[in-house]
């Protein structure tokens, strides 16, 4: 594979290791309830809004910044790269929000790691109606990744960053009551491995998969077709067409005239 071969790649890997890590250290760190009072809803979704664009806007011109297995399948399955760079990719975003996890389950006082895993579906709510919600919630987030994203736009979308993290916010401030909010794999396994509370965990990896797959397909090849045929499409599969990274546009600069003042 020539991507082994670049270092380009294995920035990108460790882009998405700790782009995940800072994502969950932050986000659940802002989530945990504290002592003096309950949870706070808007905290939390405004909390995994902002870490979410400063993610984005850090190392989206690295990774593209995933940060998320749901996202990787959706660019996987759209033919957006490679199975090399998917796997690696998802590889990278699980250990790192398990590092995340880990990072912040060490400093938080004991009283306060009881809702670390704060994926709870709520005791109204079945499995099959979670998976339903989660399903939603991660198709507008990645409908909203790939058309921010999409290079076509040539930069006239406004700030990437921002539509990201509100798309974000949205879901959590949608999702909290239902699921606790997912949207994320990586985001769910991390506190469940480390407190070892595997309740219902599947939802949170079928749900944010299959809206991601949806969301993709809704956008690539019904609101805004991509022209690649059969062929090509596998050929960036199994990694023999090379394309850049799926990076956030840059809005277009304005030419810089350079003058010298008269002596």
């Known amino acids: 594979m020539w991507e082994a071969r670049s270092s380009s790649f294995w920035r990108a890997i460790f882009a998405e290791f700790f782009g995940t890590l800072i994502y969950v ?11 003096m009072g309950p949870l706070n809803i808007l905290q939390v979704a ?8 400063t993610m984005v806007q850090s190392i989206g011109h690295v990774s593209g910044a995933h940060i998320n297995p749901a996202v990787t399948v959706a660019f996987l399955l759209s033919a957006q790269l490679s199975i090399f760079r998917a796997v690696f990719y998802v590889a990278a975003q699980v250990l790192g929000g398990v590092a995340g996890a880990a990072v912040l389950y060490g400093i938080t006082p004991v009283a306060m790691r009881g809702n670390l895993a704060l994926n709870t ?6 499995v099959s109606q979670a998976t339903v919600v989660e399903i939603f919630l991660t198709l507008q987030f990645v409908l909203c990744i790939f ?3 999409d290079e076509r736009h040539d930069g006239r979308m406004g ?3 921002l ?7 949205l879901g959590h401030l949608f999702g909290m009551h239902y699921t606790g ?3 994320n794999p990586a985001r769910s396994f991390a506190p469940a491995i480390i407190t070892r509370n595997f309740v219902n965990h599947w939802v949170f990896w079928v749900g944010p998969v299959i809206g991601g797959v949806l969301g ?29 990274t799926r990076a956030p546009p840059e809005p277009p600069g304005e030419p810089v005239e350079l003058t010298t003042q008269a002596l």
């Open 25 to 35: 250290l932050f986000g659940l760190g802002a989530s945990l309830r504290s002592i």
């Open 46 to 53: 405004l909390a995994f809004g902002l870490v979410a664009a």
């Open 121 to 126: 579906i709520h005791p109204s709510v079945n």
């Open 147 to 149: 058309a921010t994203y």
């Open 159 to 161: 700030s990437v960053a």
């Open 163 to 169: 539509a990201v993290g509100l798309s974000l916010t």
């Open 181 to 183: 909010v997912g949207m």
């Open 216 to 244: 993709g397909f809704l956008y690539d090849f019904i609101l805004c077709p991509r022209r690649r045929g059969i062929s090509e499409r596998l050929s960036i599969l199994k990694g023999e067409h090379q394309i850049e």
